[in-house]
């Protein structure tokens, strides 16, 4: 009788550097070994969202531009044309083991709006209700460059979160985190990361990946937030030999880096507003009364009173930074006024909270 999963519900990210060969061509069998080992979980009861690189890149390798062009046009051209090649390899390889899986497109403006965040989460939650493998990758063709995810790690701590899931893989072409530079001599690979870990110890190389937009410290940002939320992850090498089963029985037979989870779990609305950071409408400065009373054990709301100056346009509804006077970032919010109204009653004993505590996140 086989190990049971210690997980049943899990994100598992591919980077472009596992999926592409030096050539810039996909590499078509480690595809099938991370299919082949997707299917094995799913027969053992796991469900897997699979979030994938490799679009940009394998468009790259289809056409060359017929003139010189900007970043952006570039990576539109190469991702519409990859895209396609990239999902139909995935159904294939899904429909040789007799899995369905479906495509799930999308931008990072979808996660800004609370019912567009609410929409996919259900769409995905369909798919794996009816035994389909989401395939999620970022819509390049229409993204916006401002509003572009940093990359595709960033996608899979965000659809972790909103699923609500229980581990996070990400699969790249290094062993995990190390305490300097893989190549460097004397650096050590970390096998376990505990919450609130000091990160001043670990010399994270900023080096990004030769075909996607990440690199280490954005992983390591990521999956410090995903365990601060209660979430486990996995930094791993995606070329060694069954290292999803690995991971998911907690055999432990090869290296990577576990972020251990933090007991704390977050609400479904606090996770959504924890990486919403980029669509702030605008922002409160606070008081230090009010300071004092959000950072104590006690959960309160923040009250008008409390708020000192307000900057930036924003509706009732819209999501706010909270600050302290010296300009250090507390945390976000969702206002329950618009800042013209703020700016009339700031300082004043309205009844109503201007953030209730259940749309309070705290930094």
């Not at 699923?163 to 985190?177: K, R, T, Y």
């Amino acid at each position: 009788m086989g190990i049971s999963p210690l997980y049943k519900k899990i994100v598992v990210k591919v980077g472009s550097n596992v999926l592409t060969r030096e050539d810039g061509m996909l590499n078509l069998s480690r595809m099938a070994h991370i299919v082949g080992q997707i299917t094995q979980l799913k027969k053992e009861g796991v469900q897997v969202i699979l979030v994938t690189s490799g679009a940009v890149a394998a468009g790259r390798a289809e056409v060359d531009p017929v003139k010189k062009l900007d970043p952006v046009s570039s990576r539109q051209l190469w991702s519409a044309v990859g895209q396609v090649k990239l999902i139909n390899r995935y159904a294939e390889l899904f429909q040789e083991q007799g899995v369905i899986c479906a495509q799930v497109l999308t931008t990072k403006e979808n996660f800004g709006d609370r019912l567009h965040y609410l929409n996919m989460r259900n769409c995905m939650q369909t798919l794996l209700e009816n035994d389909v493998v989401p395939v999620v990758n970022e819509n390049d063709t229409i993204s916006v460059t401002e509003l572009m995810f940093t990359d595709n790690d960033e996608l899979s701590g965000l659809i972790a979160s909103m699923m609500d899931m229980e581990a996070l893989v990400i699969l790249s072409n290094v062993d995990g985190v190390y305490t300097a530079a893989p190549d460097q001599p004397g650096s050590e690979l970390i096998r376990t990361i505990y919450p609130n870990h000091n990160s001043g110890k670990i010399s994270i190389s900023a080096k990004k990946s030769d075909f996607g937009r990440g690199g280490m410290l954005t992983k390591y940002h990521i999956a410090a937030k995903l365990a601060g939320q209660g979430i486990s992850v996995f930094i791993a090498n995606g070329f060694r030999e069954k290292i999803l089963a690995e991971i998911i029985h907690g055999t432990n037979q090869s290296p990577f880096t576990h972020f251990l989870p933090s007991s704390k779990k977050s609400s479904g609305v606090r996770k959504w507003l924890s990486h919403s950071d980029d669509f702030a409408r605008g922002e409160v400065v606070i008081n230090d009364g009010a300071c004092a009373a959000l950072l104590s054990d006690k959960a309160v709301s923040l009250l008008m009173i409390g708020i000192s100056s307000v900057s930036g346009y924003f509706k009732d509804g819209d999501i706010v930074r909270i600050k302290d006077g010296n300009g250090k970032l507390l945390g976000l919010g969702k206002a329950s006024y618009s800042s013209d109204e703020t700016l009339e009653e700031k300082g004043g004993k309205k009844t109503k909270p201007f953030i209730h505590y259940d749309y309070l996140y705290l930094i």
